[in-house]
């Protein structure tokens, strides 16, 4: 007999605070609790974006060609002010928030949207052996060899090495408005970390040795976009399995086909069942 949702999610759980199984964030996961302080989702903060600046109509609701016209129009300046206006405020995090910022065992948070929740939960846990490590953009490497940097919780950059002492890496792939106000968001970001990051190059080493052996658990995550996409299948290339998807009923057919050729397996659950199932025995 088939495991039902609930007792899949229940074991996936356990397995997420034993460390085996590594959990990877999309911006839904701000909706939890229900309204988001700011935008859940690319399409969202493309148009919110597209409200302050005269983007053509044609490409207002993807959001890497509205960044790059802002940037290309209006300096790359007006897109990180804009960028760091809009996550000024830090949602309040939530249930999954906390309860990941609580385990002790868990290596590697992977979270993929800009806010700062997940990071507030792990100050307010107390905890003291974590760090970040967060996508850096072209505009703001500090050479042209940097695709990333390790950030302590209090904003100080550090050698990369640092992170092999942290027991958990929040990993922030395409950047993170807090603390150092660094984002991915841009074509222009994105042009040469998409040329490399089949080879692997991009993906921090601390991500590689965290992830081998492990499993990967996506939550709150769309794949509408070939750029999600690609993020989310380099960072769980060469991992150890297996991978599951908590995902809504209204998945696409390009998104199901991602899913399968990636070998997730799809969990059908609302996000908020799924999160209370998740943490409410381990």
């Not at 007792?7 to 309204?35: K, Q, R, W």
């Not at 950030?151 to 950059?157: F, K, R, Y």
């Not at 993170?176 to 994105?190: E, F, I, K, M, N």
Request: glycine content about 10%; charged content about 20%; aromatic content about 8%.
């Amino acid at each position: 007999m088939l495991d039902s949702p609930t007792s899949l999610l229940a074991g996936i759980g356990g397995e997420i605070a034993a460390g085996n199984l590594i959990p990877f964030l999309g911006p839904d996961v701000l909706l939890v609790d229900g309204a988001s302080p700011v935008p859940s989702g690319a399409r969202e903060l493309s148009l919110l974006m597209a409200s302050k600046v005269g983007v053509p109509g044609r490409i207002k609701q993807n959001l890497w060609h509205a960044a790059q016209y802002i940037e290309t129009h209006k300096h790359r300046v007006t897109v990180d002010r804009m960028m760091a206006d809009i996550f000024k405020t830090v949602p309040e995090p939530n249930a999954l928030h906390r309860w990941l910022a609580g385990l002790p065992k868990l290596p590697l948070i992977v979270d993929t949207w800009y806010d700062g929740a997940m990071r507030e939960a792990l100050n307010a846990a107390g905890r003291t052996d974590w760090g970040i490590i967060q996508g850096a953009s072209k505009a703001r490497r500090i050479d042209g060899g940097v695709w990333t940097r390790a950030v302590t919780p209090d904003g100080a950059i550090v050698a990369d090495d640092q992170a092999d002492n942290w027991g958990t890496v929040l990993y922030k792939p395409h950047g993170a408005a807090q603390p150092t106000g660094d984002v991915l968001v841009s074509d222009s970001d994105y042009v040469e970390v998409l040329t490399d990051i089949d080879i692997q190059t991009p993906i921090p080493e601390a991500v590689k040795t965290r992830r081998a052996g492990r499993g990967f658990v996506f939550l709150g995550c769309r794949f509408y976009d070939q750029i999600l996409r690609t993020f989310a299948r380099q960072i769980c290339k060469r991992s150890g399995g297996p991978r599951y998807a908590v995902v809504p009923e209204d998945l696409t057919r390009n998104e199901y086909k991602f899913l399968e050729l990636e070998g997730i397996k799809p969990v059908t659950m609302p996000l908020s069942e799924a999160v209370a199932t998740l943490t409410a025995a381990n």
